[in-house]
T-cell receptor, first 113, second 111 residues
Framework: DADVTQTPRNRITKTGKRIMLECSQT?????MYWYRQDPGLGLRLIYY???????NKGEISDGYSVSRQAQAKFSLSLESAIPNQTALYFC????????????FGPGTRLTVT | SQQGEEDPQALSIQEGENATMNCSYK?????LQWYRQNSGRGLVHLIL?????REKHSGRLRVTLDTSKKSSSLLITASRAADTASYFC???????????FGQGTRLTINP
């Protein structure tokens, strides 16, 4: 979706490095989410934010942190990357006044060596 | 842990046939949603069914919801090669304010 963009699209990093994944949206939605996808495990929620001043932990927040810089921007950081954080990461948005459907970015494929 | 479980994990059918995927969940929901994911790409919302609805249609898609059994099914009729993708159910639990996704069904349509 061009409305939700993620950078970088692919990243290879080494164990112990700090890395930031960025998400921007032009949909004007207040709610933003970060998910992780591993083969055979579907999507798992890392963090979510309902507005600029609201940050909530999801199912698997350990080892991750987030920053909501503006309504349109939500960044995910891995403070000290480890190999089992190798995964596909997705950002999503939703409109609190809508029905509840989410709009996803194209994903970032992260490999930690 | 995952809220939803999908069945089957993989499905392979011939073009033109119908495809049925099932989703079971554990807690009370506001709505249940189905998403499609083409290989390695972002998820795309397909259809949403509210907890007080039993059936919904959108084009070649038909979704049913049985809250007494905590289950839903997605039927794709007259399948096409372009329907090859993974399909995920996601539940919006009562009071949860977030979606919980199933593990997905990988659908392959053979020409």
């Amino acid at each position: 979706d061009a409305d939700v963009t993620q950078t970088p699209r692919n990243r290879i990093t080494k164990t112990g490095k700090r890395i930031m994944l960025e998400c921007s949206q032009t949909k004007g939605h207040d709610r933003m989410y970060w998910y992780r996808q591993d083969p055979g495990l579907g999507l798992r929620l890392i963090y979510y934010s309902f507005d600029v001043k609201d940050i909530n932990k999801g199912e698997i927040s350990d080892g991750y942190s987030v920053s909501r810089q503006a309504q349109a921007k939500f960044s995910l950081s891995l403070e000290s990357a480890i190999p089992n954080q190798t995964a596909l990461y997705f950002c999503a948005t939703s409109d609190p006044g809508g029905r509840g459907e989410q709009y996803f970015g194209p994903g970032t494929r992260l490999t930690v060596t | 842990s995952q809220q939803g479980e999908e069945d089957p994990q993989a499905l392979s059918i011939q073009e033109g046939e119908n495809a049925t995927m099932n989703c079971s969940y554990k807690t009370s929901i506001n709505n249940l949603q189905w998403y499609r994911q083409n290989s390695g790409r972002g998820l795309v919302h397909l259809i949403l069914i509210r907890s007080n609805e039993r059936e919904k249609h959108s084009g070649r898609l038909r979704v049913t919801l049985d809250t007494s059994k905590k289950s839903s099914s997605l039927l794709i009729t007259a399948s096409r090669a372009a329907d090859t993708a993974s399909y995920f159910c996601a539940t919006d639990g009562v009071g949860a304010q977030k979606l919980v996704f199933g593990q997905g069904t990988r659908l392959t349509i053979n020409p």
